[in-house]
């Protein structure tokens, strides 16, 4: 398939349309758009993996599917984020059947691989602690999962501020073990670490008014 700027820029219009949830998308020719412009290197790795991404979480008819479709005819071993994009549609039973283990070996793969970039480590992190902290596909265990939201913090990945400041302020089901919670200070020093996520800020400015 020849590479023309019309091609392109319906791709780049297909791709708004589903940021925008927008019903008049037709997915399954966005999904053939994408298989051909990877099959011509047009787009990047990690285009893919944000396309994907958008289609697992993306609210359209027939979207998910498509996204862990994509992953498995790329081929998610091609590159890291690839192997996140499929590992976040394993745990959270995305677009086909769950598969906590595998969904988990992959995350901690990507967590050791210090070729991935740092931000990408931290959502495999983030990830990570999710599932601990929910007991999703594991027994749940909070100590794991401060440690790697706060892990998924230190990588880059700022919004796992957000539950973290939560468990800080009593907010999960129970405290990991030592700590006593709530704990404003140590909340407040959470949220800010999320920089501009718009979570964090409302829940700094809910403890700003509750010091007053």
């Not at 959270?92 to 906590?100: I, L, Q, V």
């Not at 596909?137 to 919004?159: F, H, I, N, V």
Request: proline share 4%.
């Amino acid at each position: 398939m020849s590479v023309d700027s019309s091609w392109l820029g319906q791709i780049e219009r297909e791709w708004a349309q589903l940021r925008q949830a927008d019903p008049a998308l037709d997915v399954e020719k966005f999904f053939r758009h994408i298989v051909s412009a990877n099959k011509v290197g047009f787009l990047s790795l990690e285009s893919i993996a944000a396309i994907a991404n958008g289609l697992l979480t993306s609210p359209l008819s027939g979207a998910p599917y498509l996204g862990r479709r994509l992953l498995e005819r790329v081929g998610p071993d091609r590159h890291p984020s690839l192997r996140v994009a499929l590992a976040l549609s394993l745990v959270t039973e995305s677009g086909g059947p769950a598969d906590y283990e595998g969904g988990h070996v992959i995350l901690g793969d990507v967590l050791k691989d210090y070729t991935a970039s740092d931000p990408l480590r931290g959502m495999a992190a983030a990830a990570l602690a999710d599932s601990a902290r929910l007991g999703r596909g594991m027994d749940a265990d909070l100590d794991m999962a401060k440690d790697m939201y706060s892990t998924a913090l230190e990588l880059g990945y700022r919004s796992a501020a957000y539950n973290l400041g939560l468990h800080w302020e009593g907010y999960w089901d129970r405290s990991a073990p030592g700590d006593v919670v709530p704990d404003s200070t140590k909340a407040a020093q959470a949220y800010k670490r999320g920089g501009s996520n718009a979570e964090c800020a409302a829940r700094l400015d809910v403890l700003r008014t509750r010091s007053r």
